[in-house]
């Protein structure tokens, strides 16, 4: 170069020719710049397609000028050279990785039924499995039918390092690893449970090998499992998706040849996996360890035994060089240093000739079908992926070019079983991609399916994959998600952050949010090709199959397979969880955002959920004997009894219709048509507004946002509040809305569909192809058997969640505490610790459902479910034979889904809104139908009274119901109902809560609006308009309440007879539950005696001899002497479920029930004719009631109900006991003269005999049952005798005699003896007077 460098710069430019060059040199640094243009000289000397063919072909730049050049004249190409050039190539390869391993194969390895190690073929063995295994695909993928099988391979090691893979298809009880062929394989033992075996089990976290020891990491479904022998060392490793889970054993004996090591296989039943010993590419090899099956050698054309998929790879990089030259994908991908070198792409011609060149020798490798499997998966799909490019923007273009060039000439009969192995290839990969926060958003199954529905828009690959054996397997891996395991989640969600947490860094609450952002993004990334990929099902038609029908039969397919997912004992062969729930996203996305999502305006303009005005519904599908549907239990039973009883015409079986708002009151009618307020599922910004979501908030109706203009997602996300409602940190993940959200225009199902062929319809034409009641028949139904399972595992780790930010709160509050020592400091921080470790487990399990769950479209969709199912089962209620049709499931499915809806965090929608805007009808079928006898599995109304129960706890929902029409006319007296043996608890518990604010310690001033004086006023308007109805509700409100506090008693003596020992937690369980039980009734009681005392004190005086009873055991149980001293016993009994064990809770109901009934009048203001004070002295005549009374009148309840307005009544209860002293004074006097007339009729001679109740005659006698009062009634037709009293009270429950057990028919007063002969004296009313 010159001095000044000018001249040197302009020769090198002349040199290159390229003017462009000039302006990179002139900016920037002239050294180096210029320098590197020097090093591209002198590749510039050749032509330009000798330089773009030796990049195809991997030339190095020295060797270069020594080979011969491809291009003979200006263009046209020599392919002879290049073919001369491949197989060199190929050659050296083929030498170079001709590695010898055969010697480990023939000196290690012993494969059955083969004299070749190498060309040997590894399975399962068929013939010796223990119990009963599937098996399918060549005997290498394994399902147990039986509780425990086992089985063996069919090949042994005894020298040597080697491995294999196990793919979970379930991740319930497996062991894998190695066996002898000594080892016992029994119903009960297998793989690890004798010492010449050893096996590896995630679901226990344990190793085997006689007995078992902690080891490894949970699985889930989808992990690969690496199992490794290293005989050499004696040692053997397991690894879980690549990853090292340390040494398991390293004791492991030498065996003799041909009599080593068989991989081995123990499963429990319906647990499934797949095996792979080299047949195929390992998914994580293991470097070191040699597959049991020799990879396969190249044996075509004079070029034999090198390593095939070395060739193929070397192949299929020159393919891939050669297809992408010039790709923008490519180019864009780059850097601006790089573009500079890049290579002309080749004209169409020359394109043609060297990529046949290189297909034809591909070609020869995947037409040998023993070797073909391994090439596809190890060589073709990777290839496939690098081209299209893992993450956007995708290089579709390429990859079509290079099947364009390799496919047509694989001929047919190759052709098609190529195409399968790649979609099984990728639906494998789908399985077992985990999610990776680095590769967000494109991570997990992403890349994989996103290739799938590119091939798919090929119609030739379409119709192959179609009618193959193996469509639906492969559609459901494609629809798998991996889902993490806690050091999954932790690698995920590295930074934790909780409301009120006060933990420093990493707990930060900003980083949480992104972190959150990130995986929402990939989900809903994988989402939208789910979308994609069904949509290519739905559009897909040929000639002899109607437009939607291959999804619809797919929907069917899946149905039936996992028709029996929700048993308690699920059978094997279902469906892995995250295919249902991909599923049912689908399927919701069709309903709710319409079939057209993508927003390319041409779909329907408002989805099926959102619709307003006329709905209707086909009853058919409820009739017909659809086997998918058949085997579930239906509202009035099985379908073929249902069909035996009462088949359906064909009038019943035609649709059901109803206006969408007309089950509304006219002054709260919400809906979707014009004029109507919007529900909450088309208010997701506030009220009034929509959320389009892409951050922002249409102010119109529904009908502007489906109205066919494009609302595509932006890709920059909303800025995040810090202030968002209850510092919530999800509450930014991706909401989508009418758009799939995907930027990358080649990848959209828009420009995908406008694409496709002939064999695919527009989008406009698919609402006609699929009648949407249909789907969402399956929605519910796929909800039911997969969705719901993950919403209850998400409510219990949020339970959980919840209570451990509770404790860790109490446990530095405890620390904080001036008198706490320095022991029970140093507990505290231990236990704090390990509340802290739970809680961060809990938090992201919390958060990973979240993100997967609940994103706002997805909230948007379930109410547009709720509200749809719910005015469809009340709508088909007013019709019996077709409610009784309804599947259970729609029930479940609908409160599920509710309750889904309530408990997510953040709240879709605030409390007061989720049923006033919208679920009106919701509340409509809870009230109306829990005592529906109509309904014949009891477990279905008891899931609605739990409904009920747990609604009427919040304000919010408890308003909601008093403004429901149905819940004012029929839930007063359907709760006096349904008290009975099987929904005492769930009833008791809404009338807690109704009741609420009235009793003694617990007035509405305490309680704010938590009160409902509405229902008060309902259930006593009820109890005085129906007596029976109310006397039935009584007997069995004493029962019941006579029952749980004697539990409660024995519970106590129980654990009273522990001594000092540890209580067993389920006996302190039982003592708490049976104490809260009490508690509860005692308020319900407590609140009859208050709104109802005549029922009490008025009539006939069962009612408060009953009641007088029930106080007296309460008080002898909780305050006398040795039963107070078993109470205090039971109080200070470390636990935590005896926290809310306290005389205080029991007692107060007491309080109030005396004060209710010593302080009432009748409404016309006279005397009432029972007293309690009478009533309880009458009871019991001892002194101990007096000093019962009197505890309770010393309790400290100004410190228990501090500042409780009903304190003021404590007072009147010192009255009550000096009126109870005086009745016990006039008692015992009147217990002594009747003892005195006793005593002087029996000195004069009397026949009398005390309990003589065999006796038909002489009047005068005790009752032989009570021994307090006198016979006075007598039974028909046995005439056996009693008194009134006991009679009454034992008909209640029983109409058979106490002596004889025989039918009573009427009960007669007793006047005179019986004459045998007239029958005189037996005249009395009916049995029940």
Same mark, same amino acid.
């Given at each position: 170069?010159?001095?000044?460098?000018?001249?040197?710069?302009?020769?090198?430019?002349?040199r290159m020719g390229s003017s462009g060059l000039a302006v990179l040199l002139d900016s920037g640094s002239k050294?180096?710049?210029?320098?590197?243009?020097?090093?591209?000289?002198?590749?510039?000397?050749?032509?330009?397609?000798?330089?773009?063919?030796?990049?195809?072909?991997?030339?190095?730049?020295?060797?270069?000028?020594?080979?011969?050049?491809?291009?003979?004249?200006?263009?046209?190409?020599?392919?002879?050279?290049?073919?001369?050039?491949?197989?060199?190539?190929?050659?050296?390869?083929?030498?170079?990785?001709?590695?010898?391993?055969?010697?480990?194969?023939?000196?290690?390895?012993?494969?059955?039924?083969?004299?070749?190690?190498?060309?040997?073929?590894?399975?399962?063995?068929?013939?010796?499995?223990?119990?009963?295994?599937?098996?399918?695909?060549?005997?290498?993928?394994?399902?147990?039918?039986?509780?425990?099988?086992?089985?063996?391979?069919?090949?042994?090691?005894?020298?040597?390092?080697?491995?294999?893979?196990?793919?979970?298809?379930?991740?319930?009880?497996?062991?894998?690893?190695?066996?002898?062929?000594?080892?016992?394989?029994?119903?009960?033992?297998?793989?690890?449970?004798?010492?010449?075996?050893?096996?590896?089990?995630?679901?226990?976290?344990?190793?085997?090998?006689?007995?078992?020891?902690?080891?490894?990491?949970?699985?889930?479904?989808?992990?690969?499992?690496?199992?490794?022998?290293?005989?050499?060392?004696?040692?053997?490793?397991?690894?879980?998706?690549?990853?090292?889970?340390?040494?398991?054993?390293?004791?492991?004996?030498?065996?003799?040849?041909?009599?080593?090591?068989?991989?081995a296989i123990s499963l429990s039943h319906g647990e499934r996996c797949e095996l792979n010993f080299g047949g195929?590419?390992?998914?994580?090899?293991?470097?070191?360890?040699?597959?049991?099956?020799?990879?396969?050698?190249?044996?075509?054309?004079?070029?034999?035994?090198?390593?095939?998929?070395?060739?193929?790879?070397?192949?299929?990089?020159?393919?891939?060089?050669?297809?992408?030259?010039?790709?923008?994908?490519?180019?864009?991908?780059?850097?601006?240093?790089?573009?500079?070198?890049?290579?002309?792409?080749?004209?169409?011609?020359?394109?043609?000739?060297?990529?046949?060149?290189?297909?034809?020798?591909?070609?020869?490798?995947?037409?040998?079908?023993?070797?073909?499997?391994?090439?596809?998966?190890?060589?073709?799909?990777?290839?496939?992926?690098?081209?299209?490019?893992?993450?956007?923007?995708?290089?579709?273009?390429?990859?079509?070019?290079?099947?364009?060039?390799?496919?047509?000439?694989?001929?047919?009969?190759?052709?098609?079983?190529?195409?399968?192995?790649?979609?099984?290839?990728?639906?494998?990969?789908?399985?077992?991609?985990?999610?990776?926060?680095?590769?967000?958003?494109?991570?997990?199954?992403?890349?994989?399916?996103?290739?799938?529905?590119?091939?798919?828009?090929?119609?030739?690959?379409?119709?192959?994959?179609?009618?193959?054996?193996?469509?639906?397997?492969?559609?459901?891996?494609?629809?798998?998600?991996?889902?993490?395991?806690?050091?999954?989640?932790?690698?995920?969600?590295?930074?934790?952050?909780?409301?009120?947490?006060?933990?420093?860094?990493?707990?930060?609450?900003?980083?949480?949010?992104?972190?959150?952002?990130?995986?929402?993004?990939?989900?809903?990334?994988?989402?939208?090709?789910?979308?994609?990929?069904?949509?290519?099902?739905?559009?897909?038609?040929?000639?002899?199959?109607?437009?939607?029908?291959?999804?619809?039969?797919?929907?069917?397919?899946?149905?039936?397979?996992?028709?029996?997912?929700?048993?308690?004992?699920?059978?094997?062969?279902?469906?892995?969880? *995250?295919?249902? @729930? %991909?599923?049912? &996203?689908?399927? +919701?996305?069709?309903?709710?955002?319409?079939?057209?999502?993508? $927003? #390319?305006?041409?779909?329907?303009?408002?989805?099926?959920?959102?619709?307003?005005?006329?709905?209707?519904?086909?009853?058919?599908?409820?009739?017909?004997?659809?086997?998918?549907?058949?085997?579930?239990?239906?509202?009035?039973?099985?379908?073929?009894?249902?069909?035996?009883?009462?088949?359906?015409?064909?009038?019943?079986?035609?649709?059901?219709?109803?206006?969408?708002?007309?089950?509304?009151?006219?002054?709260?009618?919400?809906?979707?048509?014009?004029?109507?307020?919007?529900?909450?599922?088309?208010?997701?910004?506030?009220?009034?507004?929509?959320?389009?979501?892409?951050?922002?908030?249409?102010?119109?109706?529904?009908?502007?946002?489906?109205?066919?203009? *494009?609302?595509? @997602? %932006?890709?920059? &996300?909303?800025? +995040?509040?810090?202030?968002?409602?209850?510092?919530?940190?999800? $509450? #930014?993940?991706?909401?989508?809305?009418?758009?799939?959200?995907?930027?990358?225009?080649?990848?959209?199902?828009?420009?995908?569909?406008?694409?496709?062929?002939?064999?695919?319809?527009?989008?406009?034409?698919?609402?006609?192809?699929?009648?949407?009641?249909?789907?969402?028949?399956k929605m519910v139904l796929l909800y039911h058997l997969g969705v719901t399972q993950n919403f209850k595992q998400?409510?219990?780790?949020?339970?959980?969640?919840?209570?451990?930010?509770?404790?860790?709160?109490?446990?530095?509050?405890?620390?904080?505490?001036?008198?706490?020592?320095?022991?029970?400091?140093?507990?505290?921080?231990?236990?704090?610790?390990?509340?802290?470790?739970?809680?961060?487990?809990?938090?992201?399990?919390?958060?990973?459902?979240?993100?997967?769950?609940?994103?706002?479209?997805?909230?948007?969709?379930?109410?547009?479910?709720?509200?749809?199912?719910?005015?469809?089962?009340?709508?088909?209620?007013?019709?019996?034979?077709?409610?009784?049709?309804?599947?259970?499931?729609?029930?479940?499915?609908?409160?599920?889904?509710?309750?889904?809806?309530?408990?997510?965090?953040?709240?879709?929608?605030?409390?007061?809104?989720?049923?006033?805007?919208?679920?009106?009808?919701?509340?409509?079928?809870?009230?109306?139908?829990?005592?529906?006898?109509?309904?014949?599995?009891?477990?279905?109304?008891?899931?609605?009274?739990?409904?009920?129960?747990?609604?009427?706890?919040?304000?919010?929902?408890?308003?909601?119901?008093?403004?429901?029409?149905?819940?004012?006319?029929?839930?007063?007296?359907?709760?006096?109902?349904?008290?009975?043996?099987?929904?005492?608890?769930?009833?008791?518990?809404?009338?807690?809560?109704?009741?609420?604010?009235?009793?003694?310690?617990?007035?509405?001033?305490?309680?704010?609006?938590?009160?409902?004086?509405?229902?008060?006023?309902?259930?006593?308007?009820?109890?005085?308009?129906?007596?029976?109805?109310?006397?039935?509700?009584?007997?069995?409100?004493?029962?019941?309440?006579?029952?749980?506090?004697?539990?409660?008693?024995?519970?106590?003596?129980?654990?009273?007879?522990?001594?000092?020992?540890?209580?067993?937690?389920?006996?302190?369980?039982?003592?708490?539950?049976?104490?809260?039980?009490?508690?509860?009734?005692?308020?319900?009681?407590?609140?009859?005696?208050?709104?109802?005392?005549?029922?009490?004190?008025?009539?006939?005086?069962?009612?408060?001899?009953?009641?007088?009873?029930?106080?007296?055991?309460?008080?002898?149980?909780?305050?006398?002497?040795?039963?107070?001293?078993?109470?205090?016993?039971?109080?200070?009994?470390?636990?935590?479920?005896?926290?809310?064990?306290?005389?205080?809770?029991?007692?107060?109901?007491?309080?109030?029930?005396?004060?209710?009934?010593?302080?009432?009048?009748?409404?016309?203001?006279?005397?009432?004719?029972?007293?309690?004070?009478?009533?309880?002295?009458?009871?019991?005549?001892?002194?101990?009631?007096?000093?019962?009374?009197?505890?309770?009148?010393?309790?400290?309840?100004?410190?228990?109900?501090?500042?409780?307005?009903?304190?003021?009544?404590?007072?009147?209860?010192?009255?009550?006991?000096?009126?109870?002293?005086?009745?016990?004074?006039?008692?015992?006097?009147?217990?002594?003269?009747?003892?005195?007339?006793?005593?002087?009729?029996?000195?004069?001679?009397?026949?009398?005999?005390?309990?003589?109740?065999?006796?038909?005659?002489?009047?005068?006698?005790?009752?032989?049952?009570?021994?307090?009062?006198?016979?006075?009634?007598?039974?028909?037709?046995?005439?056996?005798?009693?008194?009134?009293?006991?009679?009454?009270?034992?008909?209640?429950?029983?109409?058979?005699?106490?002596?004889?057990?025989?039918?009573?028919?009427?009960?007669?007063?007793?006047?005179?003896?019986?004459?045998?002969?007239?029958?005189?004296?037996?005249?009395?009313?009916?049995?029940?007077?």
């Amino acid at each position: 170069m010159s001095a000044d460098g000018n001249s040197g710069r302009d020769r090198l430019l002349s040199r290159m020719g390229s003017s462009g060059l000039a302006v990179l040199l002139d900016s920037g640094s002239k050294e180096s710049l210029v320098t590197a243009a020097a090093c591209m000289v002198d590749e510039c000397t050749r032509s330009t397609l000798d330089r773009s063919i030796a990049f195809v072909l991997d030339y190095s730049s020295e060797v270069v000028e020594q080979q011969p050049r491809f291009v003979v004249g200006d263009s046209k190409i020599d392919s002879s050279s290049i073919q001369l050039h491949l197989q060199s190539r190929l050659a050296a390869l083929g030498s170079s990785s001709s590695t010898d391993v055969s010697a480990s194969y023939k000196d290690g390895v012993f494969i059955e039924g083969s004299s070749d190690p190498l060309s040997g073929v590894v399975r399962m063995d068929k013939g010796r499995p223990s119990g009963d295994i599937k098996l399918s695909k060549s005997s290498l993928l394994l399902e147990s039918q039986a509780i425990f099988s086992s089985a063996r391979a069919n090949a042994c090691v005894w020298r040597g390092k080697w491995m294999y893979e196990v793919t979970l298809g379930t991740a319930g009880i497996q062991q894998l690893g190695w066996a002898t062929i000594s080892c016992p394989f029994t119903d009960s033992e297998g793989v690890g449970d004798a010492s010449d075996s050893y096996a590896y089990d995630g679901r226990r976290v344990k190793k085997w090998s006689g007995k078992s020891q902690t080891y490894g990491e949970p699985w889930v479904v989808g992990d690969v499992i690496g199992c490794c022998i290293d005989l050499e060392q004696g040692q053997i490793f397991f690894y879980r998706n690549g990853t090292s889970l340390g040494m398991a054993y390293d004791c492991v004996r030498r065996m003799e040849v041909k009599q080593g090591y068989y991989p081995a296989i123990s499963l429990s039943h319906g647990e499934r996996c797949e095996l792979n010993f080299g047949g195929r590419p390992f998914r994580y090899p293991i470097a070191g360890f040699l597959p049991l099956q020799a990879p396969p050698l190249d044996t075509s054309g004079t070029n034999k035994h090198g390593s095939v998929i070395v060739k193929a790879k070397y192949l299929f990089g020159c393919l891939q060089k050669l297809v992408q030259l010039g790709s923008p994908e490519v180019a864009a991908a780059m850097a601006p240093a790089e573009r500079l070198r890049r290579f002309t792409p080749l004209p169409d011609e020359q394109f043609r000739v060297v990529g046949t060149e290189i297909c034809k020798i591909l070609c020869e490798l995947l037409q040998q079908s023993s070797k073909a499997e391994y090439v596809v998966w190890g060589a073709l799909v990777p290839f496939l992926m690098t081209t299209y490019r893992p993450g956007a923007p995708h290089d579709g273009h390429s990859v079509d070019r290079a099947l364009d060039l390799l496919m047509p000439m694989l001929g047919q009969a190759y052709f098609g079983t190529i195409v399968l192995q790649i979609i099984e290839c990728l639906a494998y990969g789908c399985r077992t991609s985990p999610l990776v926060l680095a590769d967000s958003p494109f991570s997990a199954s992403y890349s994989h399916l996103a290739l799938a529905c590119h091939l798919l828009q090929r119609d030739d690959f379409m119709v192959i994959w179609w009618k193959s054996d193996d469509f639906e397997s492969c559609l459901e891996g494609l629809l798998t998600r991996k889902g993490p395991n806690k050091y999954d989640l932790e690698s995920l969600i590295p930074t934790v952050w909780w409301p009120g947490s006060r933990e420093e860094h990493p707990f930060s609450e900003s980083n949480m949010r992104q972190i959150v952002i990130a995986l929402s993004r990939a989900i809903s990334r994988i989402e939208d090709l789910h979308f994609d990929l069904c949509n290519r099902l739905v559009a897909f038609d040929t000639k002899s199959n109607a437009t939607g029908s291959i999804f619809r039969t797919f929907l069917q397919h899946l149905v039936l397979k996992n028709r029996g997912a929700h048993r308690n004992m699920p059978p094997p062969g279902l469906s892995d969880n *995250s295919v249902l @729930v %991909s599923v049912y &996203t689908v399927l +919701l996305r069709y309903l709710s955002e319409g079939l057209d999502s993508t $927003g #390319d305006g041409h779909g329907s303009c408002v989805p099926f959920l959102h619709k307003g005005g006329k709905h209707s519904f086909p009853v058919s599908l409820f009739v017909s004997s659809d086997p998918c549907l058949n085997d579930f239990a239906r509202l009035g039973g099985t379908y073929s009894y249902l069909t035996k009883t009462c088949p359906l015409s064909s009038i019943e079986c035609e649709e059901v219709e109803w206006e969408e708002s007309s089950m509304d009151k006219q002054e709260t009618r919400y809906g979707h048509d014009a004029g109507l307020k919007k529900p909450c599922c088309c208010m997701d910004g506030g009220a009034g507004s929509i959320d389009s979501g892409n951050g922002k908030v249409l102010s119109k109706g529904l009908e502007t946002r489906f109205s066919g203009s *494009s609302n595509k @997602v %932006s890709e920059t &996300t909303c800025p +995040l509040s810090p202030t968002d409602a209850e510092r919530s940190y999800d $509450g #930014d993940m991706e909401s989508k809305a009418s758009s799939s959200g995907r930027v990358e225009p080649a990848t959209s199902t828009a420009s995908l569909l406008q694409k496709a062929k002939k064999v695919f319809m527009s989008v406009k034409e698919l609402s006609s192809a699929v009648r949407e009641e249909e789907l969402l028949d399956k929605m519910v139904l796929l909800y039911h058997l997969g969705v719901t399972q993950n919403f209850k595992q998400a409510s219990y780790h949020m339970q959980h969640q919840i209570q451990l930010m509770a404790q860790l709160d109490e446990t530095d509050r405890q620390i904080r505490s001036d008198k706490t020592s320095v022991d029970q400091t140093k507990r505290l921080k231990e236990a704090r610790a390990i509340f802290k470790e739970d809680l961060i487990d809990y938090v992201r399990q919390c958060t990973w459902y979240r993100v997967c769950l609940l994103s706002k479209w997805k909230q948007r969709g379930m109410y547009a479910t709720c509200m749809w199912v719910a005015q469809l089962l009340v709508t088909i209620s007013k019709k019996d034979a077709c409610f009784s049709y309804v599947p259970e499931f729609y029930i479940e499915t609908l409160v599920d889904c509710f309750h889904a809806l309530r408990r997510s965090d953040p709240l879709y929608v605030p409390p007061s809104s989720l049923l006033q805007h919208g679920l009106s009808s919701f509340v409509t079928f809870l009230v109306t139908h829990f005592h529906d006898s109509r309904i014949v599995n009891a477990e279905i109304r008891d899931f609605l009274l739990q409904s009920i129960s747990v609604l009427v706890q919040f304000k919010e929902y408890l308003v909601a119901i008093e403004a429901c029409k149905a819940a004012e006319d029929t839930m007063a007296g359907a709760l006096l109902s349904a008290f009975d043996n099987r929904f005492w608890i769930p009833v008791s518990n809404i009338l807690l809560r109704l009741c609420k604010g009235s009793g003694f310690g617990t007035s509405k001033s305490s309680h704010g609006d938590s009160c409902s004086p509405f229902f008060q006023r309902l259930l006593r308007e009820k109890c005085l308009k129906d007596e029976k109805l109310f006397a039935s509700f009584l007997n069995r409100l004493f029962n019941t309440l006579n029952w749980t506090v004697s539990e409660f008693s024995v519970s106590i003596k129980e654990m009273h007879d522990h001594d000092h020992r540890q209580v067993p937690e389920f006996q302190q369980r039982k003592c708490a539950i049976m104490f809260e039980l009490s508690c509860n009734l005692e308020r319900i009681l407590e609140f009859f005696t208050k709104e109802l005392p005549q029922v009490f004190l008025v009539g006939p005086e069962m009612n408060i001899i009953r009641l007088c009873e029930l106080v007296l055991f309460v008080l002898n149980h909780t305050t006398s002497n040795t039963a107070g001293e078993l109470f205090d016993s039971t109080i200070k009994q470390q636990g935590q479920s005896l926290e809310k064990v306290n005389r205080a809770t029991i007692l107060a109901p007491v309080v109030g029930i005396v004060l209710n009934l010593s302080a009432a009048t009748d409404p016309a203001g006279h005397r009432m004719e029972h007293d309690i004070a009478r009533s309880i002295a009458s009871v019991d005549v001892s002194s101990v009631a007096t000093r019962n009374f009197q505890y309770l009148f010393d309790y400290d309840w100004l410190g228990t109900f501090k500042g409780d307005p009903s304190l003021a009544r404590l007072s009147d209860l010192n009255i009550f006991i000096e009126k109870l002293k005086t009745e016990y004074a006039e008692a015992r006097k009147r217990a002594c003269k009747a003892e005195a007339e006793l005593i002087t009729r029996h000195s004069k001679g009397d026949d009398f005999e005390l309990g003589n109740a065999d006796k038909a005659g002489g009047g005068g006698e005790l009752c032989s049952i009570c021994y307090a009062c006198e016979e006075n009634a007598v039974f028909l037709p046995c005439k056996h005798r009693s008194c009134v009293r006991c009679v009454s009270r034992h008909l209640l429950n029983n109409q058979r005699c106490f002596f004889c057990n025989a039918a009573i028919c009427e009960v007669c007063p007793y006047e005179e003896p019986l004459s045998p002969l007239s029958g005189g004296g037996l005249k009395g009313g009916d049995v029940n007077s």
